[in-house]
C-alpha cells in the first residue's frame, strides 16, 4: 500500500517533470516499463496496433520515436492518418500515459541515415525479410534465410535492409497521465500545444 506521497502528487509542474524522466529511463533502460509502449493509430474502422521499442526521446522538441518496416501495415496507414496513441505504464511506479501525437514518416533521409548507423548488427536483421511482415506462408517460417536467422550475415551485408528501414517520430500534441494511488487517484492532462504549457487536473 501507498502511504508516502511522491512530491509530484498535488503538483502539476513536478508531475510534467516526473513524465519526461519516466520517457528518459525507459529509452536508455531496456528492461524499464516505458521501454516497450503501445503504438496505436488508424481511423474509424481503420485501426492498428502493437508494442514498439522507444528509440528516442526528445524533451526540447517534444517528440519521442521508434523504428519500423516501410512495408508495415501501419506505414500506409499513417500516410492517410498521421496521428498516434502512445500508451505507457509502470507497475512499480503506478503510473499510465497516454500520449497523442502527429506522425511524421522519416525514410531515406539524414534522420534514417543516422539512425541507422547507431542499429546494431543484430537489430539489422529485422529489415533484411524479402517479404512484407504479414505476408502469407505456406509454412512456419521467420520470413527471413537460414543464415540471417543464424545472424551469419556481415554488416555489410546488413546495409541490403535500409531499403526497409523508416523512423517514426511523434510529435506529442497532448498527454493524459494517471496515478494510481491508496490515498486517492490524481488524474492530469498536458496540452503542450499551448504556450505556456496548459495543464490541469482531472477527475480520474
Same mark, same amino acid.
Given at each position: 500500500m501507498q502511504n508516502n506521497k511522491p512530491d509530484?502528487?498535488?503538483?502539476l509542474d513536478k508531475t510534467y517533470s516526473k513524465i519526461w524522466n519516466l520517457l528518459k529511463i525507459g529509452l536508455k533502460?531496456?528492461? !524499464?516499463?516505458?521501454?516497450?509502449?503501445?503504438?496505436?493509430? /488508424?481511423?474509424?474502422?481503420n485501426f492498428d496496433g502493437r508494442l514498439v521499442v522507444l528509440r528516442g526521446v526528445d524533451e526540447?522538441?517534444?517528440?519521442?520515436?521508434?523504428?519500423?518496416?516501410?512495408?508495415s501495415t501501419k506505414i500506409k496507414i499513417l500516410k492517410n492518418y498521421p496521428k498516434s496513441v502512445l500508451l505507457f505504464y509502470d507497475k512499480s511506479e503506478k503510473i499510465?500515459?497516454?500520449?497523442? !501525437?502527429?506522425?511524421?514518416?522519416?525514410y531515406k533521409n539524414d534522420f534514417t541515415k543516422l539512425s541507422w548507423g547507431k542499429t546494431a548488427h543484430m537489430s539489422r536483421q529485422c529489415y533484411l525479410g524479402k517479404k512484407t511482415? /504479414?505476408?502469407?506462408?505456406?509454412?512456419?517460417?521467420? /520470413?527471413?534465410?537460414?543464415n540471417i536467422d543464424d545472424y551469419k550475415y556481415t554488416i555489410e551485408e546488413s546495409e541490403y535492409g535500409y531499403k526497409n528501414f523508416c523512423v517514426i517520430e511523434n510529435f506529442v500534441?497532448?498527454?493524459?497521465?494517471?496515478?494510481? !494511488?491508496a490515498k486517492g487517484h490524481r488524474r492530469a492532462y498536458f496540452n503542450l500545444n499551448k504556450k505556456p504549457?496548459?495543464?490541469?487536473?482531472?477527475?480520474?
Open positions: 509530484y502528487y498535488n503538483n533502460d531496456r528492461n !524499464a516499463p516505458y521501454h516497450l509502449p503501445a503504438f496505436i493509430c /488508424g481511423k474509424d474502422n526540447n522538441e517534444k517528440k519521442i520515436w521508434f523504428h519500423s518496416d516501410i512495408r499510465q500515459l497516454r500520449v497523442y !501525437a502527429n506522425v511524421k514518416i522519416n511482415s /504479414g505476408s502469407d506462408a505456406l509454412i512456419p517460417t521467420s /520470413g527471413l534465410s537460414n500534441q497532448s498527454i493524459e497521465w494517471l496515478y494510481l !494511488a504549457l496548459e495543464k490541469k487536473w482531472l477527475i480520474p
